[in-house]
């Protein structure tokens, strides 16, 4: 695909997205069948949105904007966008021991915190556990606190079974986004990763994001 | 728990179902006194009438405005104290310029598509913060320094609020600065360059750098920052700072021009370039900016430098109208009022435009009978232009010669040589330059001997 077509695509996805944004902003708030069409376009602009940083990240445009944050806040941040989705069924439980907070771009961790949990939401049979866990060194040295991790653990069919391959494509474009965005976090001569796998917690999938 | 009822909100967008969108979230939040406005205009005078306390502006503004211009308007004039929370909400094309924001830059920001809930804990989290920082904005605001880094190392000591760290450590590394401890604040932004590719944290120490006259390697840490994105201003505002200082007065102005251009409501900028353009002998540009002040906050608004490069300005045309002299002898018998013998800068440059715009023998009579103390102590470049000026004006060449040698002495010549030769020249005292600089010289090379 030739530049200028990446572009007009780019452009167009850009351009969708925000009639959509317009179109949700006119749905009347309080009825049950509204909030179901604002959360659907809601997910549909995550799904446009990410594409478009799939573009960024391939044309190297996408510049981290990092802060110290608290992973708590991003995990509620998170699990508010999947409220709609979680609707009463599911459980989601937090554990977070220090309130630990780490070097990181808020809107790209939390988007990517966001995909994984709605994706463990959706293969979940009741349980999924967030954790966040601070690490080695935490709190360790004079000023800056390094190292912290989150796992999202579900009690689903998890990455081993049949559904591996299955579950992998419907999930490729948020996997592809998020192994960049972990490896794009660097502290100390240290690279963030992205490492999925089976959980011990819950025997479904694993989704563990390590930030430096 | 904030009292969100209690607050006054502000939301800027020119759509408007961005704005009732906007209005029902923060609605939602229990808000009860909410404002709105429409366009950028719309916003300035709402925001002048009453400082809100919470702005929430969209970054795409109509009349070809943004929401970082406004920002800056209303940080930089005064009119949106740093207590009160400017929140922006952009779409990710515009969320590189917003981020790029090193110095002014927003409390905090959303991506469009948002829900109404992360709204709402981008917003509180915005509020709650400037609540905890409040005693230190404060303190910066009566520029109290000191007391700004105990509230900060205070806060450091006790972690708290982990997530503010590097808030606090940004305000302790500028008040670091303020206090002339550029060392210790080099220190603690290497500490910070180290842990991230923070853009503020190289400028800051650049700035730190320039403080201590380190010109060289402020500037080759600007050049970082500036290839990595044209987009970070501030870098650009401290490179032209470091090109003046290294007395390129030319391409500080081109880098101010071009700022200008981006945001000609951003006064403190404006009032950069007039300095820098006068400095740089481009009167018409210097003019011009001035002008863009006055047009904003009236001639009444202009502070005392300013009304300092507005009667140079005049004072450096060909043809003075009537209607200017009249402006300029009446802002120099204000201007009298605040001049005392010992603000020295500033008696020298009040007595060269007195004798340059009243171009009355009296003026320059007394302008002249200064002479002792034009020599006897060190001024300014730019004052040191007026001496020259006024001195070549009232037709007394060799106190020029000597003012000349006094620069020369002091190595303040080199810098600003291009305007004093064009003065000289000017003047067809050409020859009269040469001769001091050839006495010097030679008195140099005797000296060696």
């Known amino acids: ?78 699990l508010l966008s999947c409220s709609m989705q979680l609707g009463g069924r599911k459980s989601v439980l937090i554990e977070s021991a220090c309130r630990p907070i780490a070097l990181f771009d808020r809107d790209l961790v939390c988007d990517m915190i966001s995909n994984a949990m709605q994706n463990a939401i959706r293969h979940s049979e009741h349980t999924i556990v967030v954790r966040i866990l601070p690490g080695e060194n935490y709190g360790v040295g004079s000023h800056l606190p390094t190292g912290c991790s989150i796992e999202i653990h579900d009690d689903g069919p998890g990455f081993g079974s049949f559904q591996n391959v299955n579950r992998l494509i419907s999930e490729g474009n948020g996997l592809y986004i998020a192994r960049h965005i972990a490896a794009l976090h660097a502290n100390h001569g240290k690279q963030g990763r992205l490492v999925l796998g089976s959980s011990p917690l819950l025997g479904g999938a694993l989704f563990r994001l390590e930030l430096p | 728990m904030i009292k969100i009822d209690h607050l006054h909100f502000l939301i800027i967008d020119d759509l408007r179902v961005a704005r009732e969108s906007l209005r029902a979230c923060v609605q939602g939040m229990g808000a009860k006194r909410i404002e709105e406005a429409v366009s950028y205009f719309d916003a300035i005078n709402r925001v002048k009438r009453k400082a809100p306390d919470v702005v929430i502006c969209d970054y795409n503004l109509s009349d070809s405005k943004d929401g970082q211009q406004l920002l800056e308007e209303i940080r930089v004039n005064g009119m949106l104290p740093p207590s009160h929370v400017f929140f922006m909400v952009t779409a990710e ?12 830059k927003p409390d905090d920001y959303i991506l469009k598509p948002f829900s109404p809930h992360r709204l709402k804990v981008r917003l509180e989290g915005a509020i709650e913060r400037k609540i905890y920082l409040k005693p230190l904005f404060d303190a910066l605001e009566g520029e109290d320094y000191t007391q700004a880094l ?13 997530e503010y760290l590097l808030d606090l450590l940004r305000h302790k590394g500028e008040c670091l600065i303020a206090l002339n401890r550029c060392d210790e604040a080099i220190s603690l932004f290497d500490e910070i360059i180290i842990t991230g590719d ?120 060909d043809n003075l109208s009537e ?21 020295k ?96 010289a030679l008195a140099l090379i005797t000296h060696k001997n």
Request: hydrophobic share 45%; with cysteine; net charge neutral.
């Open chain 1, 1 to 78: 695909m030739t530049q200028a077509t990446l572009r007009i695509l780019s452009s167009g996805i850009h351009d969708v997205k925000n009639m959509l944004e317009v179109a949700r902003a006119q749905l009347p708030n309080g009825i049950n069948a509204c909030d179901e069409a604002s959360s659907l376009i809601g997910r549909a602009q995550d799904r446009l949105s990410r594409m478009l940083f799939c573009y960024r990240l391939e044309e190297n445009e996408l510049r981290l904007n990092l802060d110290y944050v608290s992973l708590d806040v991003v995990v509620q941040e998170a």
């Open chain 2, 93 to 104: 094309q515009a969320y590189q310029n917003v981020i790029a924001a090193v110095e002014l």
């Open chain 2, 150 to 162: 105990l509230f900060v190392d205070e806060k450091l000591k006790l972690r708290d609020r982990p």
């Open chain 2, 198 to 317: 923070f853009p503020w944290a190289k400028v800051a120490k650049a700035r730190a750098l320039k403080t201590m006259n380190e010109l060289d390697a402020s500037s080759l840490l600007i050049d970082e920052v500036m290839a990595s994105s044209q987009k970070y201003l501030d870098a650009i505002e401290v490179k032209a700072s470091i090109l003046e200082e290294q007395g390129d007065y030319s391409s500080a102005q081109a880098l101010l021009q071009g700022l200008v251009k981006r945001n000609p409501r951003n006064n403190k900028r404006q009032s950069r370039l007039a300095d820098v353009a006068l400095k740089n002998g481009d009167v018409a540009v210097s003019n011009a900016a001035i002008h863009a002040i006055m047009k904003q906050i009236g001639f009444e608004g202009l502070n005392i430098d300013e009304l300092f490069m507005f009667v140079r300005c005049k004072a450096r045309q």
């Open chain 2, 323 to 343: 209607e200017d002299r009249k402006q300029c002898s009446e802002t120099l018998r204000g201007l009298k009022l605040l001049v005392t013998p010992e603000s």
């Open chain 2, 345 to 440: 800068n500033l008696y020298a440059a009040w007595h060269s435009l007195d004798a340059l715009i009243h171009n009355n023998s009296s003026s320059q009579k007394r302008f002249i009978s200064l002479r002792a103390i034009w020599l006897e102590y060190q001024y300014s470049p730019e004052v040191y232009y007026d001496l020259i000026n006024a001195a070549l004006f009232a037709k007394a060449p060799a106190l020029a010669e000597e003012i000349v040698a006094k620069m020369i002495d002091s190595s303040l010549l080199k810098p600003v040589f291009p305007q004093i030769n064009a003065l000289f020249m000017a003047y067809n005292q050409k020859e009269r330059l040469s001769k001091v600089q050839r006495e010097k």
